[in-house]
């Protein structure tokens, strides 16, 4: 079956340059996170959506970071002015349901997208 | 914030058994996951843990301590292809949602 889609899978950038990275999320999945993921370490949460709503951005490391979900399915996380250290993969994880107490509701991530700003 | 605590690499034998350790220190805790993620690919779920005990599913066991803010995956019969890194990952309530937030892994090299 389908499972969670990213696009691109490698980018490369100019330091400077704005930078959209595309997730599709399984279908029917209420719950969507994105992560940023250095070389060596454990993912490093950015945003979380419950459908259409950003309900959680307190990982967004600057303003140049901003995530939409629009119609609540497809996410698109844009980088704006990117900088070396931005280079990482970023991975999009879904969940069938809105994360509740006791609740396993487990993440399904994509390959993830990795960017090198150069 | 939440301080999650892993050994950053391990080694076995093929065929043995090996246990990582996670410790956490955090509030609002609300379940703990362990993920495998191979070189290159994706996380994927491995165990969830909400209340105290074990849980066991194949070669793999999870064991979650509530009050000592700990847990340990354990791994048996070990096999080449279990050579990946090992993500501890605590859900913890934050305003109205429930965020996963993840250690920086363990990365396991099983060797003949």
């Known amino acids: 079956g389908a499972g969670v889609s990213q696009s691109p899978r490698y980018k490369v950038a100019k330091r400077g340059q704005d930078v959209a990275l595309r997730c599709d999320p399984i279908?029917?999945?209420?719950?969507l996170f994105w992560y940023q993921q250095a070389l060596g370490q454990g993912p490093e949460f950015l945003t979380y959506?419950?459908?259409?709503?950003?309900?959680?951005k307190s990982g967004l490391p600057s303003d140049r970071f901003f995530a939409e979900r629009p119609e609540g399915s497809v996410s698109t996380l844009k980088i704006q002015r990117t900088q070396q250290e931005d280079s990482a993969v970023y991975l999009c994880?879904?969940?069938?349901?809105?994360?509740?107490?006791?609740?396993?509701?487990?993440?399904?991530f994509g390959p993830g997208t990795r960017l090198t700003v150069l | 914030g939440q301080n999650i605590d892993q050994p950053t690499e391990m080694t076995a034998t093929e065929g043995a058994i090996v246990q990582i350790n996670c410790t956490y220190q955090?509030?609002?805790?609300?379940?703990l996951f362990w993920y495998q993620q191979h070189a290159g690919e994706a996380p994927t779920f491995l165990s969830y843990?909400?209340?105290?005990g074990l849980e066991e599913k194949g070669r793999f066991s999870s064991f979650l301590s509530r009050s000592k803010g700990y847990s340990y995956l354990l791994l048996k019969e070990l096999q080449m292809k279990d050579s990946a890194s090992y993500l501890c990952?605590?859900?913890?309530?934050?305003?109205?949602?429930?965020?996963?937030?993840f250690g920086r892994g363990t990365s396991l090299i099983v060797h003949p």
């Open positions: 843990n909400v209340l105290d």
């Open positions: 994880a879904s969940s069938l349901a809105v994360p509740s107490s006791g609740s396993r509701n487990e993440q399904f």
């Open positions: 955090t509030s609002g805790f609300n379940g």
């Open positions: 279908s029917g999945h209420v719950s």
């Open positions: 959506f419950q459908n259409e709503a950003q309900l959680d």
């Open positions: 990952a605590v859900r913890v309530q934050s305003g109205g949602s429930y965020i996963p937030t």
